[in-house]
């Protein structure tokens, strides 16, 4: 046998086990396909890199132990290897990162606003990670989300869809707030270079959708990104600001500089696991822990769902594969943030995106996490792709998602109040677990009225008494005085 047989010999072989291993065409699916998905995946993720820095860095320490440029490099190592691990222990397109609105409520509520060190908020991420693990390995966790009705999950999956679009749009600066809540662009009006970039990206998307062109989120972003430095170079927009309304909008598409960086991670570490409880007290530890678990817990599972169901994955119950091993890692993600001082990491709805390019399987998750790692070195490089180019995939992806609202019966009203009043309030209330639990109250209530008390699960009623709980923690901690 001649080297260059010996040598395609080998690669088929190779082949042949990442197959295997992930059960790639098992899943109607190819290697390339599972590449072009992580790495659309990142790429609608990568504005974390970005958004993490900026909201944490509100609450760096006064002595400089900490800096913005290692918040960045520790948000994409913990994103990195807590996406492989999702890879290649729950063969699962699923990424994660640093959660939205769990660092505001690191850097906001408890730093800024309870008096809590950095070091000090990351132990009760930290604790909130730990806790929800001991919730999955008990198989709580599990047994909350499969007593979830079926036709609910599927209004988690259109509700999320609506709420991704909703993000993109924000993102992009297509929707505002101005003289009413929200409002297109600017005074109802389309301005600015950044937009056209935007709407560029997205009718490519369309175009390239609908002549089934293999690819077509990815081409989109590229192209949609090499418009952007073209403009960038050009006109030297700027960033957004309220002076420059017309700006781009969290990553100016530029490069200064070389596109290499020596990554700084003074993070890791800075964690503080008890200083909080002899602050603050043990009351004001718990519901802080509380609200972050409850965000976190039901997060997930909606998500998960949302991306199963994107890209065929799920059971006639509803329930991806290895629900288990994917609830495992993320439960660890959420410590790791903490322990990483990145904040609490957890399952991103963007991976809708890399599924909508055709991932099926865990590989795809392993390409993503790689390319997080990288970019710990690649940072002014990641830093290219604007959010106007990579939210057109999140747009997109929320279209597919809200297709499937055609499976709820809404001709039935026990069915179709609860399934409407979760896709109103997750883009409404712009969170996922709030229209989980405004969903949860709803079916829990109709089926005490209809006399079917005993037919919700227990677990359902649980959920519903604890999201009554968390959508009520104001008042609470008001009467307890913390």
């Known amino acids: 046998m001649s080297t260059q047989q010996t040598a395609a010999s080998s690669q088929s072989a190779a082949k042949g086990s990442i197959d295997s291993f992930f059960k790639i065409s098992e899943r109607g699916s190819s290697i390339g396909q599972e590449i072009r998905g992580g790495v659309v995946t990142f790429f609608a993720m990568a504005y974390i890199l970005v958004v993490n820095p900026a909201i944490l860095g509100a609450a760096l320490p006064e002595d400089g132990s900490i800096t913005a440029q290692g918040i960045a490099a520790g948000t994409a190592l913990v994103a990195g290897v807590m996406t492989i691990l999702m890879g290649v222990v729950a063969n699962y397109p699923l990424a994660l990162a640093a959660g939205l609105g769990l660092n505001a409520v690191v850097a906001f509520t408890m730093v800024i606003g309870m008096g809590l060190s950095y070091a000090e908020a990351m132990g009760l991420v930290a604790w909130e990670g730990i806790i929800i693990l001991i919730l999955v390995l008990t198989g709580f966790r599990e047994a909350v989300f499969k007593a979830v009705p079926h036709q609910l999950k599927t209004a988690l999956t259109v509700g999320l869809g609506l709420f991704i679009a909703l993000i993109g749009l924000v993102d992009a600066g297509i929707v505002r707030a101005g003289s009413t809540p929200v409002q297109l662009g600017i005074n109802g009006s389309l301005q600015g270079w950044p937009t056209l970039v935007f709407v560029f990206g997205l009718f490519l998307t369309f175009v390239l959708y609908i002549r089934k062109v293999k690819g077509a989120v990815f ?4 192209s949609s990104t090499i418009l ?30 070389s596109p290499v960086a020596v990554p700084v991670f003074d993070t890791l570490g800075k964690v503080d696991m008890f200083g909080a409880f002899g602050k603050v007290g043990i009351v004001s530890v718990a519901l802080l822990i509380f609200s ?41 993600a959420a410590a790791a943030g903490g322990f990483g001082g990145v904040s609490s990491n957890t399952s991103y709805i963007e991976s809708a995106a890399g599924v909508a390019e055709g991932a099926r399987t865990g590989l795809a998750s392993v390409v993503t996490g790689i390319l997080f790692l990288l970019s710990t070195f690649l940072a002014p490089l990641m830093e290219l792709v604007p959010t106007e180019a990579a939210s057109t995939a999140l747009v997109f992806v929320g ?26 309030f997750m883009p409404f209330g712009y969170s996922v677990s709030v229209g989980i ?27 519903s008494i604890l999201f009554v709980v968390y959508f009520l923690l104001g008042p609470i901690q008001a009467l307890l005085g913390v």
């Not at 081409?219 to 590229?222: A, D, K």
């Not at 279209?399 to 499937?404: A, E, G, I, K, S």
């Not at 006399?451 to 959920?463: E, F, N, Q, S």
């Open 219 to 222: 081409i989109s972003i590229v």
């Open 399 to 424: 279209f597919l998602m809200m297709t499937q609202v055609a499976e709820i019966d809404w001709q039935a009203p026990e069915i179709a109040l609860p399934s409407f009043m979760t896709i109103a």
């Open 292 to 332: 972050l678990m409850l965000a976190d817990f039901f997060d997930t599972m909606g998500t998960m769902v949302a991306v199963g169901a994107e890209g065929n994955l799920l059971d006639k119950e509803g329930n991806p594969p290895k629900t288990r091993e994917i609830l495992v890692i993320d439960s660890l």
């Open 437 to 463: 639990g405004v969903g949860f109250i709803t079916h829990t209530v109709i089926q005490v009225v209809l006399g079917r008390a005993k037919k919700v699960h227990p677990l359902m009623w649980l959920a």
């Open 228 to 257: 952007a430095v073209i403009v960038e170079a050009v006109l030297h927009l700027g960033m957004k600001s309220d002076e420059n309304a017309t700006g781009w909008g969290q990553t100016v598409p530029t490069l200064d500089g």
